[in-house]
Antibody
Framework: QVQLQESGPGLVKPSQTLSLTCTVAGGSISGDSYYWSWIRQPAGKGLEWIGRIYTSGSTNYNPSLKTRVTISLDTSKNQFSLRLSSVTAADTAVYYC?????????????WGQGTLVTVSS | DIQMTQSPSSLSASVGDRVTITCRAS??????LNWYQQKPGKAPKLLMY???SLQSGVPSRFSGSGSGTDFILTIGSLQPEDFATYYCQQSYSTPLTFGPGTKVDIK
């Protein structure tokens, strides 16, 4: 059973960089059938896809965040990470990491429990 | 970007009711459409993929249909554990996008 767990600061000051890590257990992050992804959800609102990374290190980002986002892999630790720069209050949200299974369709089949990040001084 | 819309945005139903939720894409996405269920304080859970395929472990009262731009999620007989918010999501192209959600609550 694959499990994902987000970790990182719950409070970030405006203009600073939000950094989160997702640790994957029960499966290798190096498998070639998956992307690894970040999604966020402001309180009471819907889901916004942030971006994804493939085992090769290639990335795709949401154009709405592309200039501020970096997703990276650390295969030695079976982790992947999110960095979001120049944050504002609008970046306050629950951040989820998830696995995307690449099959006939790309599906978010495993999710972390989510971590709340608040942007405030 | 492909925009996803859902209707209704919320609905009230009783246990045993048949419930249908509609999702529409701003352009054709073939059958690259997935459905998720989210309960308060929890991560979304995959229900259906490729428009009509049931994810392993999901009860058979859930079904999906559609192709192109119009899709439907049906709950055949609503159970107490089905009260939640439902999201559709397209995987046809990046950026991957979700619908705004449909909240199903108790009548």
């Amino acid at each position: 059973q694959v499990q994902l767990q987000e970790s990182g600061p719950g409070l970030v000051k405006p203009s600073q960089t939000l950094s989160l890590t997702c640790t994957v257990a029960g499966g290798s992050i190096s498998g070639d059938s998956y992307y690894w992804s970040w999604i966020r959800q402001p309180a009471g609102k819907g889901l916004e896809w942030i971006g994804r990374i493939y085992t090769s290190g290639s990335t795709n980002y949401n154009p709405s965040l592309k200039t501020r986002v970096t997703i990276s892999l650390d295969t030695s630790k079976n982790q992947f990470s999110l960095r979001l720069s120049s944050v504002t209050a609008a970046d306050t949200a629950v951040y989820y990491c998830a696995r995307i299974q690449i099959a006939a369709a790309e599906i978010f089949d495993y999710w972390g429990q989510g971590t709340l990040v608040t942007v405030s001084s | 970007d492909i925009q996803m819309t859902q209707s209704p945005s919320s609905l009230s139903a009783s246990v045993g009711d048949r419930v249908t939720i509609t999702c529409r894409a701003s352009q054709s996405i073939s059958t690259f459409l997935n459905w998720y269920q989210q309960k308060p304080g929890k991560a979304p859970k995959l229900l259906m993929y490729a428009a009509s395929s049931l994810q392993s472990g999901v009860p058979s009262r859930f079904s999906g249909s559609g192709s192109g731009t119009d899709f439907i999620l049906t709950i055949g007989s609503l159970q107490p554990e089905d009260f939640a918010t439902y999201y559709c999501q397209q995987s046809y192209s990046t950026p991957l996008t979700f619908g705004p959600g449909t909240k199903v609550d108790i009548k």
